[in-house]
Structures are given as C-alpha cells and as structure tokens.
C-alpha cells in the first residue's frame, strides 16, 4: 500500500506539470507566452494575452489535470480518501513546480479547482461563485483567487471534510499564496493590473 500510494502522488505531481499554458501558446501561436504580459503560462495571462476564448481552453485544461489526480487516486485506493486529497495537492504542486519548465509553472488556482471540483464539487461552486463576483466587481484576479480559496477553505470545515481541508486545502492554499506573493507587492504598491482593462 504504501509504496502505490507513493506512486499515485509521484503521477499526480507530474499531471499537474504538464504546462497547458505553454503548450498552447507554442502549438497555437508559435510563441512562448513566458515572454507576454505576466510571464506566467497559467489562465489569466494567457487570457490577457491571447483573449478570454483561448484563457477558458487552458484553465479547462488545468482544471482537468487536477480531477484526474484525484479520480485516479479514488480508483487505486478507494477505502483511503486522505490519499486522494493529497493527490490533489501534489498536482498543484506540480503546477506550480513544473519539471518540464525548469520547476517554474502557474499559480495553482485551475488545477486547485478541479481538486476541488473531484472532492466536493458544492465546496467547488462556491468558491467559482465568489471568484466571479470578485472579479466582476473589483477585476482583479488575485484578490478573487483569494477570497474563491477562502470560500472553498469555509465550505469544507462547514461541511465537515476534515480529511479535504487539512490533506488538500490548507496547504494548497498556503502555496498558492507563495505563487501571488508578487501580486500582493503589486497590490500593496497600487500596480497590480485589472483584469479586462
């Protein structure tokens, strides 16, 4: 048991390292999106750069990769769901830590959500929904990836899914909010960009 469990955290991580992003860019747009905008290959700067069309396809794409770790940790060792929440948050760490960029990738929102989505999709809604209201209201997608990861953070203790919460999303949230740590500078200094404008 122990060394398949291993395995399926050591297949989720590099799941959640295919950089989606980057590849997009590259087959779609002969470009490296690491040299637009951000700089980062996650959703929002593809998004800004190449439109929101194209920014939807990658964040599908990420989201993706978090569900199936997920899924495939369900299917191998469905009487361990601790496994499966820490499945999730090595794909986010892959993400984030992509082997395939130099141990460079995105900020962990999209796969986190599809994590989310293979756990409990109600605590998954809520935090799109908050997300969304977020970035209508105020257009700026790091405040709304915060207060979205806060939402699923209050979802899961509310609903009781202690494994969730402490296995996948405390400490998924902790590392997306090492990814933003420039966004935080950005926000303290006033500098940090509008999303659509």
């Not at 122990?2 to 779609?28: C, E, H, N, Q």
């Amino acid at each position: 048991m122990g060394a398949l469990a291993i395995g399926i955290v050591i297949v989720a991580f590099f799941l959640g390292a295919i950089p989606f992003g980057y590849l997009l860019a590259r087959l779609r747009f002969q470009t490296d999106i690491r040299q637009h905008g951000s700089q980062n290959i996650g959703a929002t700067n593809v998004a800004r750069t190449f439109g929101l069309s194209i920014g939807l396809i990658v964040l599908g794409l990420d989201a993706l990769k978090g569900i199936l770790a997920v899924q495939l940790a369900y299917w191998v060792t469905p009487a361990h769901p601790a496994w499966a929440a820490l499945a999730g948050f090595f794909a986010v760490l892959g993400h984030v830590f992509s082997p395939f960029m130099r141990f460079k990738g995105g900020k962990g929102i999209a796969c986190g959500l599809g994590v989310v989505i293979s756990l409990f999709w109600p605590a998954a809604l809520g935090a799109a929904l908050v997300f969304a209201g977020v970035v209508l209201i105020f257009r700026i997608v790091s405040v709304a990836s915060l207060m979205g990861m806060i939402a699923a953070l209050v979802t899961l203790w509310a609903a009781g899914r202690f494994v969730d919460l402490w296995y996948f999303a405390v400490p998924t949230v902790i590392l997306a909010l090492w990814a933003h740590r420039k966004n935080w500078e950005r926000l303290i200094q006033g500098k940090e960009p509008r999303f659509g404008r």
